[in-house]
């Protein structure tokens, strides 16, 4: 059977309407992940949910045990993860509030733990990631989302950047530059960690400012933040109740 995860992070710490059957505490060889596992069922379809900054979101992005996340994930016999996360917006279509569906990844992170192959080897693996999310799960993402009549976007770059403070704005110059849509800091080494151990995985992003010098070019304040992820996120738990029951 098909068992499905969920990875909320910044403005999505629960699930509203996500009927909770239990909780389950999974140590990993890789440390703690950042809380237990909640089980529970979201449109009639069983569903696991970690926030990837805790639940009450204490821990920073580049202090995040992704390792020990995914590993969690797989150790209980997940074979999908949904993973949203709040980014920033660099071009024009990528405005406060929109659902982006990336199709692309750029890592600009640095000194994270960022493969599960380093120990023990008994040859070196490269894995394949080419295309760093899964296809099949971004249309269902896609097709959904058009079901409910919600406007996101097909495709972009996602650009892993380490945080936690937010970019200069030539540094998002250079970003553009680079062909990247949107400006995130959890994005990788997620979405490898996530390839290296099977997982199909994906990612819906919703946007929560525009990037450093986009928009007006004012001062990101974390009440703007806020704001739009309050009105972003509430679009994205009705996707994700629209695509479980499909997923
Ligand atoms: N940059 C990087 N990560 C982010 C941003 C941003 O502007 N907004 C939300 N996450």
């Known amino acids: ?5 969920i990875i909320g992070g910044t403005g999505l710490t629960s699930l509203k309407n996500l ?3 239990h909780r389950e505490v999974v140590h990993t060889p890789y440390g703690e992940p950042s809380g237990p596992l909640t089980y529970g069922t979201l449109g009639g379809k069983k ?3 970690l926030a990837r900054h805790g639940y009450g979101h204490t821990i920073p992005p580049h202090c995040i045990n992704y390792r020990a996340n995914i590993w969690a994930l797989r150790s209980v016999k997940v074979d999908k993860v949904i993973a949203v996360a709040a980014v920033g917006g660099i071009t024009k279509e990528a405005g406060p509030g929109v659902i982006v569906l990336p199709d ?11 493969t599960f192959f380093e120990d023990d080897l008994t040859h070196v693996t490269h894995v394949d990631f080419t295309y760093p999310y899964s296809e099949p799960l971004r249309q269902l993402l896609l097709a959904s989302a058009k079901k409910i009549g919600l406007d996101a976007v097909d495709g972009g770059v996602y650009g892993a950047t380490q945080g936690p403070r937010l970019e200069t704005a030539a540094e998002i110059n250079r970003l ?4 990247c849509t949107i400006v995130g800091m959890t994005g990788m080494p997620e979405a490898v960690l996530a390839r290296e151990i099977g997982l199909e995985y994906v990612c819906c992003s919703v ?4 990037a450093a010098g986009r928009g007006d070019g004012a001062e990101i304040t974390m009440k703007e933040i806020e704001e739009n ?14 695509v479980l029951p499909i997923a």
């Open 1 to 5: 059977m098909t068992h499905l995860a």
């Open 19 to 21: 009927e909770i059957t």
């Open 47 to 49: 569903v696991v949910f």
């Open 104 to 114: 692309q990844i750029i890592d600009y992170t640095w000194a994270r733990s960022s």
């Open 176 to 179: 553009e530059r680079d062909g």
């Open 207 to 210: 946007v929560a400012n525009w």
């Open 229 to 242: 992820l309050a009105l972003g996120m509430d679009r994205v738990r009705s996707l994700l109740e629209t």
